[in-house]
């Protein structure tokens, strides 16, 4: 199973072919869309990998991008004991959800390829009949 380190949005990131995963809103992007990754810090399966110094020149990751959204509100309260006084804040960090498709190697050869996800047909099932005694 192959995988690669992408660096996006300030963090650090091991992916592989088919894996959903959110990460700092990507700015002027909208859902549905192609997104690449060039900064790629190293990339390899089981046997052999490639590091970059600091980044593999050639390298990228092909990912879709499923939706932006804002995570669940994180409280901050201030409180200053015997002042009577008190401050209550929320914040909702924006991300963006991509699903990785494909990563390719330095000199453009796909290493890995996530999946077709094929909808099964629906099989309509006879209605079966009462015996009567």
Do not use: C, W
Not at 40 to 69: F, H, R
């Amino acid at each position: 199973m192959s995988y690669a380190i992408i660096q996006t949005g300030g963090k650090q990131y091991k992916v592989k072919s088919g894996e959903i995963l959110k990460i700092e809103k990507l700015p002027g992007s909208k859902s549905d869309t192609k997104v690449e990754f060039k900064e790629i810090l190293a990339y390899g399966d089981d046997k052999i990998i490639e590091i970059g110094a600091p980044t593999v020149q050639g390298a990228k990751v092909e990912a879709n991008l499923i939706k932006n959204s804002k995570n669940r509100t994180v409280l901050i309260f201030k409180k200053r004991r015997r002042q009577n006084s008190r401050r209550k804040n929320g914040h909702r960090q924006q991300y963006s959800m991509i699903k990785i498709n494909k990563i390719f190697s330095k000199d453009g050869k796909v290493l890995s390829e996530a999946e077709k996800i094929t909808k099964p047909s629906k099989k309509k099932e006879e209605p079966k009949k009462a015996a009567n005694k």
